[in-house]
């Protein structure tokens, strides 16, 4: 099983729409995690931190449910500028330092 | 205020021919992170290194593939020997500490291709 597993889409949505992408994660033991975006060709660019509570960035809302071991992104009122791939990221646990784990990757195409 | 510069953008390489790969941390970081892109998949870690020292290399292909992060100058990436299979693009990091909550930002990567 993956570490970390992503639909890897794509998702195809019109401009103005509600898109959630789903991530799940094989190691109970993980604490933190993330939301990066990349553009084709580019850098992963850390979106945002995905906290126990929840967390709401603009447009953006992250949760994580530790319990399923599971983390999820909602954009709401896409816009064309939000095509891209989003990668759902977690740390390993246990290695003493920030080593990231990527999933593969959604990828987001809103149309007008 | 610079991020973190890689060079060269993109290198290409025959087969059997070094690759060198340069980071430069943000101003005062002195924690590098290396990973990679293969076409179609994941980023996967490969190296962390502090100056002048690997403190996790359990990414790194046993053969043919080295980092060092000297006391003055950029982390080289040294790909020795190169096969097609390592056409990738490769991305480095850095920051302040080993262990931080924050995520880390990304060099712009080397676009690795062997002809």
Sequence with gaps: RKEVEQDPGPFNVPEGATVAFNCTYSNSASQSFFWYRQDCRKEPKLLMSVYSSGNEDGRFTAQLNRASQYISLLIRDSKLSDSATYLCVIEAPNTGFQKLVFGTGTRLLVSP | NAGVMQNPRHLVRRRGQEARL?????????HVY?????????????????????????????????????KEGPSILRIQQVVRG??????????????????????????????
């Design chain 2, 22 to 30: 340069r980071c430069s941390p943000m101003k005062g970081h002195s």
């Design chain 2, 34 to 70: 290396w990973y990679r892109q293969l076409p179609e998949e994941g980023l996967k870690f490969m190296v962390y290194l502090q100056k002048e020292n690997i403190i996790d290399e359990s990414g790194m292909p046993k053969e043919r593939f080295s980092a060092e992060f000297p």
């Design chain 2, 86 to 115: 390592d056409s990738a693009a490769y991305f480095c990091a850095s920051s302040t500490r080993g262990q931080d909550n924050y995520g880390y930002t990304f060099g712009s990567g080397t676009r690795l291709t062997v002809v």
